[in-house]
């Protein structure tokens, strides 16, 4: 009774709103849900009082949520010795930089950065590409879109935008660490991760997610065509028209530290961090080669969407240029193993990071990270797998048994090298104890991620 109420609602809506703003009204479509500010109004008048300076923030074991403040671009808190923005001139949309980009800002090994990443959702082709008018359907006043997601919607041109070929993310950097050099490791410390604004998109789109329409407009192997999300009756991507194909969208206030949905029946807890921090590895033949797509993560780190990697953790890269070339995009306020959906809960953050250079047998990187992306936190190493680690250079492989072996032999190789452990017991170790996560089965490359615990070597947490 619930699925038809849900079903009906839905169809009703279609009918009143129209075919275009059914993605962005579907926001409030829960059970009988509404479109409109469930735990915005809070919010909004804090943002509007300049009394309320309190900002976004996450800590560890502290309160994550939004405190009262839009954070304009290179407003509010800066903690970093040094701020980079997202600046239209400056951005990529739907590529990562080349080895031999022209670095938007330098710094020293060791030394801190804020970057005021930006979402895409909210300003892509399907929902309109004008972040005023989108949110505003959803209640948002305009002083409470930010002016950098403004301008890049409206003024961005450093590359044609292609909606169906390129990646969705904007991307911001890079960052060219002064004392990087190929072969060395890039550990990348995550300090804060403060929310912008106070709301944030998850998107399903056709053709994509874990239960995609095929491309020969059947069903994949596994579900039946009545089981494709979204419905294949809302796919009108044969008429080219990005605007019109169906996609769906649900609008997700913040209140308290959650994601509200459902008009208000569904809560869950914020976990902010960067679904995507990458160094420069490949040298396309132009800035849209395939290559250079910020879709799938590759052996530089990139769209790698593991949600342990928020504030407290760190993420080792293995660099490929001079400088390193760091990037980060793809902010997400939210998200599960898996993404499942497509997206995350994407929405704008400020993240800051400490950024130090690790030579080969030298400082904190395991060798693992010499080749591979590895990442812990105060509680677990996690060794990570990919389906595809060369992105797009030989065909594309999203098979998870790939990625699911090549993070058991990381696994292995790290309590090997970095805890001494006899190989055959390491590996009755790991299936006896640890965990093996989806990192996410959305980004054409496919991810497995480990979580092995430090407690049971005998290693107090943080460190």
């Not at 029946?265 to 132009?286: C, E, I, S, Y």
């Not at 497509?342 to 030579?359: D, H, I, K, P, W």
């Not at 032999?409 to 090997?416: G, Q, S």
Request: include cysteine; aromatic fraction near 6%; charged fraction near 25%.
């Amino acid at each position: 009774m619930r699925e038809h109420l849900a079903r009906r609602a839905a169809d009703e809506l279609r009918r009143s709103v129209g075919r275009r703003t059914f993605c962005r009204a579907a926001a409030g479509v829960g059970a009988v849900g509404t479109v409109t500010g469930v735990g915005m109004s809070a919010a909004a008048a804090a943002a509007d009082d300049p009394a309320s300076a309190g900002a976004a923030h996450s800590s560890p074991g502290g309160r994550t949520g939004f405190r009262g403040r839009i954070l304009q671009p290179g407003q509010g808190r800066i903690p970093g010795e040094h701020y980079l923005g997202s600046d239209v001139d400056e951005v990529l949309w739907g590529y990562v930089p080349s080895v031999d980009a022209e670095p938007t800002l330098r710094m020293r090994s060791g030394q801190t950065v804020t970057i005021d990443a930006v979402s895409h959702e909210g300003i892509l082709e399907d929902q309109g590409r004008d972040p005023v008018a989108y949110f505003a359907e959803q209640g948002v006043p305009r002083s409470q879109v930010l002016d950098d997601v403004v301008r890049i919607a409206r003024d961005y041109d450093r590359t044609e935008r292609d909606f169906d070929r390129d990646g969705p993310h904007v991307v911001t950097g890079p960052v060219f660490v002064e004392e990087a050099r190929p072969g060395d490791v890039l550990k990348i410390e995550t300090l804060h991760a403060d929310l912008r604004v106070p709301y944030g998109v998850v998107s399903s789109r056709h053709g994509k997610g874990t239960l995609p329409r095929a491309s020969d407009g059947g069903a994949p192997a596994g579900i039946t065509l009545d089981e494709v999300m979204p419905p294949v009756a809302l796919d009108r991507r044969a008429g080219g028209d990005p605007g019109a194909y169906g996609n769906v969208s649900v609008f997700t206030p913040v209140d308290h530290g959650h994601g509200v949905m459902a008009g208000g029946a569904v809560r869950f807890p914020l976990r902010p961090f960067m679904g995507m921090m990458g160094v420069a590895r490949a040298r396309g033949a132009g800035p849209t080669d395939d290559l250079l797509n910020s879709i799938p993560p590759t052996l530089g780190g990139g769209n790698i969407d593991i949600r342990h990697l928020g504030v407290g953790s760190t993420f080792y890269l293995p660099v490929h240029a001079d400088g390193a070339l760091f990037y980060v995009g793809d902010p997400h306020m939210a998200m599960g193993d898996g993404e499942v959906a497509l997206t995350a809960m994407e929405g704008s953050l400020r993240g800051t990071f400490r950024l130090t250079v690790c030579r080969a047998g030298e400082g904190d990187a395991p060798a693992v990270a010499h080749r591979y992306p590895f990442a812990e936190t105060a509680e677990h190493w996690i060794p990570i797998g990919l389906s595809d680690p060369d992105g797009a250079a030989n065909g594309q492989v999203t098979d998870l048994d790939v990625a699911m072996r090549r993070a058991v032999v990381n696994a292995l190789d790290f309590l090997e090298q970095e805890r001494g452990m006899e190989r055959a017991v390491a590996y009755a170790y790991l299936s006896a104890a640890a965990d093996f996560a989806i990192s996410q089965v959305v980004d054409r490359t496919v991810g497995v991620h480990g979580l092995i615990r430090k407690a049971d070597f005998g290693q107090p947490a943080g460190r």
